[in-house]
């Protein structure tokens, strides 16, 4: 049963334009919610991340949106750059009590592809 | 990388050998995980370990174990290695306090013939 469904699979955008990653969860206890991005050859490294308390956080040109009623939480990299050229992957866990561990469930990434 | 380093980096093996990969990390922290990444399947968890010698099964175990002896050490054995465990893998770390951000380290490409 896959928890965190990432949509879609590539994706293709002109630089400068808007690049937009989509999740859905179904664990309601998920209370932590980042984004990795990995570069080939490369270990996925922490891009930004949000907790349910809050519906959208900004760094630079990357927007996590968040609808906790929805279950839905996404991805927006305004001005896309060819150096944004990756696989991003969502995911979830479980924070606090109940020997969550820090056990993070993924989805299964998008290719972006960034064109000069 | 945090201080994580995986070896070796790349394998080629026969079916039916046993591997052992080794993730280093140079941080002291607590909680270590593997995964394995295959195309279309994103990061899977195998093995994960919350502290010196307290080990526990992720969602894709079976073919694997894990120890950990040293907080710093954290061994993957592939028992009797077959085709579909031809993967890369991925060591990660966290830590209380530090959230739940793991981090990764570069990686172990492994070959089954």
């Known amino acids: 049963q896959q928890q965190v469904k990432q949509s879609p699979q590539s994706l293709i955008v002109q630089k400068g334009g808007i690049s937009i990653i989509n999740c859905a969860y179904e664990?309601?206890?998920?209370?932590?919610f980042p984004w990795y991005q990995q570069f080939p050859g490369k270990g996925p490294a922490l891009l930004i991340a949000i907790r349910p308390d809050v519906s959208e956080k900004k760094e630079g040109r990357f927007t996590i949106s968040f609808n906790k009623s929805a279950k839905q939480f996404s991805l927006h990299i305004m001005d896309s750059q060819p150096g944004d050229s990756a696989t991003y992957f969502c995911?979830?866990?479980?924070?606090?009590?109940?020997?969550?561990?820090?056990?993070?469930?993924f989805g299964k990434g998008t290719l972006l592809t960034v064109n000069p | 990388d945090a201080g994580i380093t995986q070896s070796p980096r790349h394998k080629v093996t026969e079916t039916g050998t046993p591997v052992t990969l080794r993730c280093h990390q140079t941080e002291n922290h607590r909680y270590m995980y593997w995964y394995r990444q295959d195309p279309g399947h994103g990061l899977r968890l195998i093995h994960y370990s919350y502290g010196v010698k307290d080990t526990d099964k992720g969602e894709v175990s079976d073919g694997y174990s894990v120890s950990r002896s040293k907080t710093e050490d954290f061994l993957l054995t592939l028992e009797s290695a077959t085709s579909s465990q031809t993967s890369v893998y991925f060591c990660?770390?966290?830590?209380?306090?530090?959230?739940?951000?793991?981090?990764f380290g570069p990686g172990t490409r492994l070959l089954v013939l």
């Open positions: 990660a770390i966290s830590y209380p306090g530090g959230g739940e951000t793991q981090y």
């Open positions: 664990n309601t206890a998920f209370d932590y």
């Open positions: 995911a979830a866990s479980m924070s606090g009590s109940g020997g969550s561990n820090y056990k993070l469930t």
